[in-house]
């Protein structure tokens, strides 16, 4: 990839953060956005999520930056075709394919103060841009978000966008179930003032999951706030099946956890019910395999809340979605809790680097 991303684009160095605007003929003016986007085996959706960023009814000047992982599948050659087809569109090199480190490597190479920030399986309304700086602009937030809209296609992604938006599958956080307008702890993906993320020095690059609320929380410790808004939509591609959807709750709960250990006092019920949930759960059934026959009532009891709960939180989907939503409760508040109860205590240091060796 190129070395040099910006070499080919005439930017004067002086003014490379600067705010450019363009004027809108009897109004005003509206900031140039940088859209960054770390990309990694995303094959499936990255075409149609990049249309959904360059046909954004946005007055203003826009550029998207794609930071590319070493993919497995024809990612990276779908990314140069489409930046050969825009020149809004700017492909550079991710080299560990984390997260967090493409969003700093994409940040660094992008040019304007307002970044927006988007996953390659995330589908951008087309009043998205527009809705996060004018809202940015009415309240002063450093960072502003909206809901993660997850929305299925196949039944069983059909019954995890269901989970992911119910308060039984993932809390009461606004960017999952909607709200009001108004100030939280973290939001879905983000659109940030780059000066906020320049004063935290951008994403911690230790944080392989759960860099968001990370960041989002050093944002909100030196001073800056950060704003939900339910008009910022974001739809949500699921997970495609139980092992994905498994391996991605445990992931976050170890990560999740991490966080807690970094921050402390930062983990309240929401976060802690689904290890007490597993730990519970693993007491009823020893208990009842022990010839203790209460103990099943624990283990008993979730599943029947399961699928009562279910039965409430799944009106409106068709049967074969219906059907798979009490194992997709289960399967996220599990692999959560037992991701959370078994993160190692040094997952999240930095690994030193032998010498010779590539970072990955």
Do not use: C
């Not at 973290?186 to 911690?204: C, I, K, M, N, P």
């Amino acid at each position: 990839m190129n070395s040099s991303p910006r070499a080919h684009r005439a930017t004067n160095q002086e003014t490379q953060y600067a705010v450019k605007t363009r004027p809108e003929p009897g109004a005003r003016t509206w900031p140039a956005v940088s859209v960054v986007m770390p990309v990694l085996n995303e094959q499936r959706h990255l075409a149609e999520a990049v249309r959904g960023i360059l046909s954004q009814e946005y007055p203003g000047e826009l550029e998207l930056v794609l930071a590319i992982g070493p993919s497995r599948d024809r990612t990276e050659e779908i990314a140069r075709e489409l930046a050969a087809g825009d020149p809004r569109v700017l492909v550079v090199a991710n080299p560990t394919g984390r997260t967090p480190q493409g969003l700093n490597i994409a940040i660094k190479a992008s040019q304007y103060s307002i970044i927006v920030r988007v996953d390659g399986h995330s589908l951008l309304p087309a009043d998205y841009v527009r809705a996060a700086v004018e809202t940015m602009e009415d309240t002063g937030a450093d960072n502003v978000g909206g809901i993660m809209a997850a929305e299925g296609v196949t039944p069983f992604e059909q019954a995890v966008a269901r989970a992911m938006t119910s308060k039984l599958g993932v809390g009461n956080a606004r960017f999952h179930t909607g709200g009001e307008a108004g100030e939280v702890e973290t939001v879905y993906l983000g659109t940030f003032r780059r000066s906020a993320l320049e004063r935290v020095d951008g994403y911690d690059e230790t944080f392989v999951r759960a860099q968001d609320w990370e960041m989002n929380h050093r944002i909100r410790e030196t001073g800056g706030r950060i704003f939900f808004t339910p008009r910022m939509r974001v739809t949500y591609r699921p997970r495609p099946n139980l092992r994905a959807l498994a391996k991605q709750y445990f992931h976050t709960g170890r990560w999740r956890r991490v966080v807690g250990r970094e921050h402390q006092g930062t983990l309240n019920l929401r976060y802690l019910a689904p290890p007490i949930a597993v730990v519970a759960m693993a007491a009823g059934v020893i208990a009842g395999a022990l010839g203790f026959w209460p103990g099943w009532i624990l283990p008993g009891g979730y599943a029947a809340a399961m699928i009562a709960g279910a039965a409430v939180e799944g009106r409106g989907l068709p049967l074969s979605a219906w059907v798979r939503l009490p194992l997709v409760f289960a399967t996220m508040h599990v692999t959560w809790g037992v991701g959370f109860l078994t993160s190692p205590p040094r997952l999240g240091q930095p690994a030193p680097v032998k010498p010779g060796e590539s970072v990955h």
